[in-house]
């Protein structure tokens, strides 16, 4: 898998002023996944964890649409399906 991945959303969110139409994933480190324990529910941390991914914060993620949620997924998955087959 390259080493960064691209993710269009299918329109600009907004958040606190600032407005997001694409996100940029690098690999995880284990960092972000001990992270993602400072946060409850199983979905936050998966969000938590591809926020920090991208650089941005948990907050803006809980505002994506699920259609692109579907597709950071789907974008993802080689960098995230790692640490499944654990």
Do not use: C, W
């Amino acid at each position: 898998m390259s080493e960064l991945v691209t993710v269009e959303l299918s329109k600009p969110l907004e958040h606190e002023g600032k407005t997001y139409s694409r996100f940029t994933f690098r690999e995880p480190v284990t960092g972000d996944y001990a992270a993602s324990d400072l946060v409850n529910g199983e979905f936050n941390k998966t969000l938590a964890v591809l926020a920090l991914m991208a650089g941005s914060t948990l907050p803006v993620f809980q505002k994506i649409p699920m259609r692109d949620f579907k597709k950071i997924s789907a974008a993802t998955q080689g960098f995230l399906s790692e640490l499944a087959a654990e």
